[in-house]
């Protein structure tokens, strides 16, 4: 880098004026390599879908465990059958830890050759829509490592979640208040960790 040191008149009339960059431009064979490798990338991305597809087995993707499809909560392997209403034993466990909600939406997606279930979603609210709730019950990959209820809640306090892991198992509790009125936290947390789970 090169200093010029004006006077106190400035630039005098034999001064060439500084460059605005001092990057170079980039070679036009170094710029169709940079796009090469982007579409061998992607070529080798679209390959290996293809073969593993082929196999039967998504291969590059089989290593993140299960592999969901953007089709919904079930892995992409799996042909599930979706029913409007979480199982009858999920439901229970609602019933008995929120009295005064009313549902309003759910559903439980499973396999419908084995009937191994995947996620079961229950919505619900009070009266006059002072809380909404969302109770999920989600079976995730990796190791079976179990934590009890946690509480995240942001400071203005009209929202909270509440997780736990249990097994293969990620249950949460969505709650939220727009007008500030009192969020059933303790029953969200005996919810997550006492709700029994699907086989």
Known sequence: ????????????????PLARGTRR???DWLAR????????LLVGLIGGLLAGDAAGTPAVL?????VYADRGHCPI????AVVGRPRQDFWDSYNR?????????GNLWYASDTGTVYYQELDVTTKGSDITITLKQQRISGPPVSFGATVDRPPRRTR????ARRGPWLLTAALFSP????LPITAAMQWVESAPLPG
Do not use: Q
């Open 33 to 40: 390599l940079r796009k090469s490798r982007y579409l061998a």
């Open 1 to 16: 880098m090169t200093f010029i040191e004006l006077g106190p008149d400035g630039p005098g009339s034999d001064d060439e």
């Open 62 to 66: 089989a290593s993140a465990g299960l």
């Open 160 to 163: 909270a979640l509440v997780t």
């Open 97 to 105: 830890l929120f009295e005064g909600t009313t549902p309003v939406g």
């Open 77 to 80: 392997t799996v042909d599930c």
């Open 25 to 27: 431009p980039v070679p």
């Open 179 to 182: 007008g500030g009125a009192r």
